[in-house]
């Protein structure tokens, strides 16, 4: 094995058991023998050397070539043990250190997301075919974090769960003027329209995602009261009484932080309230993964707290609750990643056994992040007034039973329905 990497790997990996076999068919384990045995195979000397000098690039990309082969158990067990030695801290040798130096210094470059790149971005992963994500997303393809009220909930429920949870933190009236920044395919714009008959407009800059929500729509019956639009929120003028944004603002860049809060404070009404649903660190500012840089999320970045909240003070927005969902992120990529697997072969059907093995890594590296390193999720609602919200937060579950109520009685409606059209049908 590479001297350096194996070096490396010796300071790195103290408990757990993880034996890796070099180019040439030599085994070296790693750990202290404790628990149960993972392994895998470099297949050449080349993929070694990547990997000593920059594993959080060359480790994944050898995965996804077929220059690392998972010889006992899968590339989530390798990750484990990976992680829960390293912690947040993957890089520890100098050279490693200095890389992950130039990342940080320059990360403002990668994130600058003007009109046209930040379109380009999102389209490169948004833009990949709805066949693929329907086969591990829920059916209402939910693609951000799952809410787990139990923990035997089903994927289903718990995003369920999630749009119920945030609809009740947004304190929605019917006919309330509501903005949905990143809407994804749809889900949540129109079960905020559906359930609380809010009239709900949300921007995407995925051409999938745009036919996609306004054709559920229409088949809802609800063209009037949620309309979906390929467009930068950047350039929208027009005022509203509630903004929502789940999943988008990891899109956005650092460095685009004043431009975002300073103009979602525009649109927003004096009395309005919003919700921002993100990925966030929960250990201070970092940069992007290179990986998921390069390969997953072009773009992108996590945040920490502590670079969010001074943009919000100065757009003259008010924080008026901070949540911290922290392994319900975990729980949904276990489940994606699941369901994942068990389709893989029509994955590889619609792409190619390259395109998988970057999306097994894809998943597995992220659900361990959130088990064993810094990542969380964290809903912040903002106003302008401190008035605009209650003084205590039992309106949220006293409006989530209400909801919870409603989505039963139409759904039994509902069944109603298409039993009298069964029988009349025969």
């Known amino acids: 094995m590479n001297a350096i990497l194996k070096a490396a790997l010796s300071r790195m990996i103290y408990t757990g058991t993880l034996v890796i076999t070099d180019s040439t068919g030599k085994s070296q384990t790693f750990g202290d023998g404790t628990g149960e045995q993972f392994a895998f195979r470099i297949n050449s000397a080349a993929a070694e050397r990547k990997i000593a000098f920059d594993p959080s690039l060359h480790f994944p990309e050898a995965y996804m070539n077929g220059d690392i082969d998972v ?58 075919s709805e066949d693929l994500y329907k086969l591990f997303l829920d059916t209402d393809m939910q693609y951000s ?15 369920l769960a999630k749009k119920r949870h945030i609809a009740a933190k947004l304190l929605l009236k019917k006919g309330h003027k509501t903005l949905d920044i990143g809407c994804g395919w749809g889900g949540l714009g129109i079960y905020l329209a559906k359930h609380l008959e809010a009239n709900v407009t949300g921007v995407t800059l995925s051409q999938e995602q745009f036919g996609i929500a306004n054709k559920r729509a229409f088949e809802e019956g609800l063209t009037g009261k949620a309309q979906f639009t390929l467009q930068d929120y950047r350039t929208i003028e ?29 649109l927003l009404k004096k009395d309005g309230v919003f919700l921002l649903h993100s990925i966030g660190r929960s250990d201070g500012p970092s940069y992007t993964n290179a990986f998921i840089q390069k390969y997953i999320f072009p773009g992108g970045y996590i945040p920490a707290l502590s670079e969010v909240l001074p943009h919000i003070e100065k757009a003259g927005l008010v924080v008026t609750d901070i949540e911290i969902l922290r392994l319900h992120y975990a729980d949904t990529l276990r489940i994606w990643r699941e369901r994942f697997m068990a389709n893989r072969e029509k994955a590889k059907a ?29 809903q912040i609602q903002l106003a302008h007034r401190q008035e605009a919200v209650p ?31 069964s029988v009349a049908g025969r």
């Open 71 to 128: 010889l006992e158990g899968d590339i989530y067990d390798v990750l484990k043990i990976i992680f829960e030695n390293t912690g947040a801290t993957v890089a520890k040798e100098p050279w490693m250190l200095a890389i992950e130096g130039i990342r940080r210094a320059t990360r403002r470059l990668h994130q600058m997301n003007t009109l046209t790149r930040a379109s380009s971005n999102v389209q490169r992963h948004y833009d990949l």
């Open 391 to 421: 003084l205590t937060r039992n309106y949220i579950e006293k409006e989530e039973k209400r909801l919870k109520r409603l989505e039963c009685e139409r759904s039994s409606a509902n069944s109603q329905v298409e039993t009298k059209e």
């Open 238 to 266: 027009e005022s509203f009484d509630r903004i929502v944004s789940v999943g988008m603002f990891e899109h956005v860049g650092i460095g685009h932080f004043p431009e975002y809060f300073q103009h979602t404070a525009r």
């Open 145 to 159: 974090c799952a809410y787990f009220e139990r923990p035997d909930a089903t994927l289903e429920e718990a995003q």
């Open 350 to 378: 619609i792409y190619d056994e390259r395109f998988c093995r970057m999306w097994e890594f894809y998943l597995a590296a992220s659900e361990a992040a959130f088990r064993w390193q810094n990542l969380v999720v964290f």
